[in-house]
């Protein structure tokens, strides 16, 4: 069974029009990450929650913004995608952010693509 | 700074030959070391994770090993099938800060 649910899998946006991207999860962990994966790269962290911390990074874009309402739902919201913005976007969650065991469970992603 | 690199970028093997890929890694204070398959247009999956004291582990037809010295890990993938084609991914937990550092992943092709 899924433990970590993406959707929707393809998103097909128009240029500068609002998109959410959601994200939930049963298995309780603490910690939700959303990463974006253009073609043939390594995926690239432009946040996570620690519980109801909420963690940018530096350099990650004003037009990313993301919301935890509860444990399970974490959401991606792009307030004006561009073409550049077209990706592959995984949730991720971990128990906890370290730790010798600390894994990543990931979703199967959204494709985003911007026309 | 933090970086995990990969080696080779893609490669190209026919079936049930034996294949190893190497990840070398800067990241710094080290948690564990993970290896990720990634089909096409999915999201990883963790195929196995190495801590500082191990040196080699396996899972199936997947071995990896790891060298906290030299800061390398290998993964080996025996008797190769075509469903083994994906992008194979390192990735180092980090105690704190940026928790995964992800390396730029092999791209594995399997052949009939």
């Known amino acids: 069974d899924a433990m970590v649910i993406q959707n929707p899998r393809y998103q097909v946006t128009q240029f500068g029009k609002p998109v959410t991207l959601s994200c939930s999860q049963t298995?309780?962990?603490?910690?939700m990450y959303w990463y974006q994966q253009k073609s043939s790269q390594a995926p690239k962290l432009l946040f996570h929650?620690?519980?109801?911390?909420?963690?940018n990074e530096a350099d990650t874009p004003d037009n990313f913004q993301s919301r935890r309402p509860n444990t399970s739902f974490c959401f991606l919201d792009i307030r004006s995608p561009g073409l550049g913005d077209a990706a592959m976007y995984l949730c991720?969650?971990?128990?906890?952010?370290?730790?010798?065991?600390?894994?990543?469970?990931f979703g199967q992603g959204t494709r985003l693509t911007v026309v | 700074k933090n970086q995990v690199e990969q080696s080779p970028q893609s490669l190209i093997i026919l079936e049930g030959k034996n294949c190893t890929l190497q990840?070398?890694?800067?990241?710094?204070?080290?948690?564990?070391l993970r290896w990720y398959k990634q089909d096409t247009g999915r999201g990883p999956v963790s195929l196995t994770i190495?801590?500082?004291?191990?040196n080699t582990k396996s899972n199936g037809r997947y071995t990896a090993t790891l060298d906290a010295d030299t800061k390398q890990s290998s993964l080996h993938i025996t008797a190769s099938q075509l469903s083994d084609s994906a992008s194979y991914i390192c990735?180092?937990?980090?105690?704190?800060?940026?928790?995964?550092?992800f390396g730029p992943g092999t791209r594995l092709s399997v052949l009939p």
């Open positions: 990735v180092v937990n980090r105690n704190y800060g940026q928790n995964f550092v």
């Open positions: 991720a969650t971990s128990r906890d952010p370290g730790g010798r065991n600390t894994e990543a469970f």
């Open positions: 298995l309780n962990h603490n910690v």
């Open positions: 929650y620690y519980d109801k911390d909420f963690n």
């Open positions: 190495m801590t500082f004291s191990e």
């Open positions: 990840c070398n890694y800067t990241v710094s204070p080290f948690s564990n």
